[in-house]
């Protein structure tokens, strides 16, 4: 019987295709290299905060929901983003507009490749589609919020230095939020089935402690594995966030 390939094999093969699942050869070689999860303070545990998880109707198709980009990236990176967000000792309200822009800051892509432009995308969609992504999400932010985290969904995919006059005009107004979305997504890069991908941050202008890289690859381990058990979206992430 012919092997399927894996994520991990089509990776190696410059073959990756539009649509990128997770499968359990490619979940094992991410276990076995992962960096294990030393001891958290306490107020980062990921149980303590909540989970901010997308709709599925909020993507542009149904397999990328399910994909590498989907519901599960974005809830995994709102989630490290609230924990950056209490580690850096944020204000509820840059705390939420965070959070929010973790959830939704992939939810607009074409395709899980690189995609350039879809951060903009989904920054304007979150402008057009504000009341049913709060009220969806159970957040409740002011106009200034909503704009903040609008500005960092926009900038999230662009390099510091590949900012137009225009986008580093927006940044400084929301430097904070840009900075540490940046961080948590490039966290949730666990997931990824090269570690030539994995986090790199030397790239980012926010702090992230070691710590934070043991609990970002047991979060993607655990919910994906949940998620090829036959789990939902959400009850993968909320198995994800629960102690053994």
């Known amino acids: 019987m ?31 290299n992962a960096p294990r999860t030393p001891t958290l303070p306490a107020s980062c545990h990921p149980q303590q905060l909540p989970l901010l998880i997308p ?5 542009t198709a149904p397999a990328l929901a399910d994909g ?34 973790g959830a939704v800051h992939d939810c607009r892509r074409a395709d899980d490749r690189h995609d350039p ?15 049913a992504v709060t009220e969806g999400l ?5 106009e200034t919020a909503v704009r903040r985290a609008a500005v960092a969904i926009a900038l999230h995919d662009v ?19 840009v900075d540490l979305l940046k961080a948590a997504d490039c966290l949730d890069r666990y997931r990824l089935p090269l ?4 986090p ?17 690859a047991q979060l993607v381990i655990r919910s994906e594995t949940a998620r090829l058990d036959g789990a939902t979206h959400a009850a993968a992430l909320h198995h994800a966030t629960n102690p053994r």
């Not at 295709?17 to 490619?26: C, I, K, V």
């Not at 709709?55 to 993507?59: G, H, N, P």
């Not at 519901?71 to 929010?100: I, K, M, Q, Y």
């Open 138 to 142: 159970g957040v409740a932010l002011p």
């Open 200 to 216: 790199d941050t030397s790239h980012l202008r926010a702090t992230v402690r070691p710590w934070c890289h043991g609990l970002a």
């Open 117 to 131: 432009g879809h951060g903009r995308r989904a920054a304007d969609w979150l402008l057009q589609a504000t009341a």
């Open 2 to 32: 012919t092997r399927t390939a894996t994520l991990r094999d089509l990776a190696l093969a410059r073959r990756l295709p539009d649509h990128q699942m997770m499968d359990r050869e490619t979940l094992g070689w991410i276990e076995m």
């Open 68 to 101: 590498a980009h989907g519901v599960r990236h974005n809830a995994r990176v709102s989630l490290l983003a609230a924990v950056l967000a209490a580690e850096h000792r944020l204000g509820p309200e840059d705390t939420d507009a965070l959070r929010v822009a």
């Open 55 to 59: 709709d599925t109707d909020w993507f």
């Open 195 to 198: 570690r030539r991908w994995w």
């Open 159 to 177: 390099p510091y230095g590949d900012f137009t006059p225009a986008q580093a005009r927006a940044y400084r107004h929301a430097a904070v939020v």
